[in-house]
């Protein structure tokens, strides 16, 4: 027995592979989470110096060369405890089970660890197994699976920075029109439509907003997230992405205020409810979209 057939004969091996996978994953997605936005300053950094260098030299320091940064990607440096610089070893970086073994605290120094990285490590085993859950073992889970994890960035980059880089945002917009030129989520002319008018209605909004109180309401990765999701899911899903997205975006708002864990006026990020949206739609779509007409109905 191959192993396609031996997961397909044993759904639970098949969701517990997935889930071990998934925290594997989680670990490697804290790495983006924490350093993607980091390389990207850099970057920007890099750019300005360079244009000042070539257009505006007058404005750097006489004498003063450009300082050569260290090697800083998704590989390199290795990593460490950022308080002591202790190195983290390989059976210090195991998922889950590292952070409760060392009970939340860096093996050298006893700081404690940020709860967050075995949360996000535990939430990408559990997404990737519900997701595995609702598509089986077929093609369409596994790109479905790698969705999620995009989206599992994009809403945790976009919570602490407030932007959704477009290093994963494109590029995911790009795979989802491809995986749909073959019919694998939906029809290829409702994937480019998707795109279409996922970006268009957003804009639109913003335009309007901006237009009404001189104000920007959202930025533009927003509008480029949910043409992502239009591109994956196809233009009959967006209404329920974006009715969806704004009621749990109002909620937790509304909640955040009056609990006093947010001030009026402050600005929260779209990207994790249009992502949250996005992936409910990816599962239950269909469903969603019948209940609503069932409902409109009567």
């Not at 694998?184 to 804009?203: K, P, Q, V």
């Amino acid at each position: 027995m191959n192993t396609i057939a031996l997961l397909q004969a044993s759904p639970m091996l098949y969701l517990a592979v997935v889930f071990v996978l998934g925290l594997l994953v989680g670990s490697f997605l804290n790495v983006v989470i924490l350093r993607l936005p980091r390389m990207l300053h850099r970057q920007w950094q890099t750019d300005c110096l360079d244009y000042l260098t070539e257009h505006h030299p007058r404005h750097l320091k006489a004498g003063e060369p450009p300082a050569e940064a260290a090697p800083f990607n998704l590989l390199t440096p290795a990593s460490r405890c950022p308080h002591c610089g202790h190195a983290i070893r390989a059976r210090e970086n195991i998922p889950l089970i590292s952070y409760l073994l060392l009970r939340g605290r860096c093996a050298s120094c006893r700081t404690p660890i940020a709860v967050r990285y075995p949360i996000i490590e535990l939430v990408s085993g559990l997404l990737a197994a519900l997701t595995a859950w609702q598509f089986g073992v077929t093609p369409l889970a596994a790109f479905a699976i790698l969705l999620t994890w995009a989206l599992i960035v994009l809403t945790v980059i976009d919570y602490d920075h407030f932007y959704l880089p477009d290093n994963i945002v494109l590029p995911m917009l790009w795979l989802g029109l491809l995986l749909n030129s073959q019919g694998l989520f939906t029809d290829i002319y409702s994937a480019l439509f998707g795109a279409m008018a996922g970006y268009l209605a957003l804009w639109s909004v913003y335009q309007l907003f901006k237009l009404l109180t001189g104000k920007e309401g959202m930025g533009y990765g927003d509008f480029k997230l949910l043409a992502m999701l239009g591109a994956w899911l196809g233009w009959q899903m967006l209404p329920a992405v974006i009715l969806l997205s704004s009621v749990v975006g109002a909620v937790v708002g509304i909640t955040l205020i009056l609990f006093k864990r947010h001030q009026a006026g402050k600005p929260i990020p779209f990207g994790p409810y249009l992502a949250a949206a996005g992936w409910i739609a990816l599962l239950w779509g269909p469903q969603l979209n019948q209940a609503y007409l069932n409902w409109l109905q009567g």
